[in-house]
C-alpha cells in the first residue's frame, strides 16, 4: 500500500516551526530553538514567494532545480533575488519589512550535527528576522495574499 505525502503548506509549517522554537527557548535550549528559527525563515519567505505567483510542483513544493529552492542561509544571500522576483506582484509590499534575512547568513541545516559549544551564539539574532517573518505572514494573511 503506497502512502500518500500531505502537501507542503509553507506558512503552516513556519507558523510550527515558531511555537516549537518560542517553546524550545523558554525552556533553555538555545541551540535547537535557533535551529527551528532558521526553517521559520526558509518556509516563511518560501510561503511568501509562492503567494507571489512562484511555481510550484503538484504537491507544493518549489520544483528541484529552482534558484528559490533554498535554506534560510542561502536567502540570506539572496535578498536581490527575491525582491527582483516579487517585484510588481502581491508580496513586494510584506518583504519589504523583513530586513533581517541577512542575519541567517551563519545558520546552517548542518548545526543538527554539531555539539551545542560548536554552535554560533546567534539565537538572539535569528529569533528577531524570525519574528520578522512572522509577521510578514501575519499581515499577508490578514491582507487576504494568502
Request: with cysteine; net charge neutral; aromatic share 10%.
Amino acid at each position: 500500500m503506497a502512502s500518500t505525502v500531505p502537501p507542503i503548506n509553507f506558512h503552516r509549517a513556519a507558523r510550527r516551526h515558531f511555537h516549537d522554537a518560542e517553546l524550545l527557548l523558554g525552556n533553555t535550549r538555545e541551540a535547537n530553538a535557533g535551529h527551528l528559527y532558521g526553517f521559520v525563515a526558509e518556509c516563511g519567505i518560501k510561503a511568501l514567494l509562492v503567494a507571489s505567483g512562484l511555481a510550484v510542483e503538484a504537491g507544493g513544493d518549489i520544483p528541484w532545480g529552482n534558484p528559490f529552492r533554498q535554506h534560510a542561509n542561502r536567502f540570506a544571500n539572496q535578498v536581490t533575488q527575491i525582491q527582483t522576483f516579487i517585484q510588481g506582484r502581491p508580496g513586494a509590499k510584506y518583504f519589504a519589512h523583513v530586513s533581517h534575512i541577512a542575519d541567517f547568513s551563519d545558520w546552517s541545516t548542518d548545526h543538527r550535527y554539531y555539539d551545542d559549544g560548536a554552535l554560533p551564539s546567534s539565537t538572539a539574532k535569528w529569533r528577531s528576522a524570525a519574528t520578522q517573518v512572522m509577521q510578514m505572514l501575519d499581515q499577508a494573511k490578514l491582507d487576504g495574499v494568502m
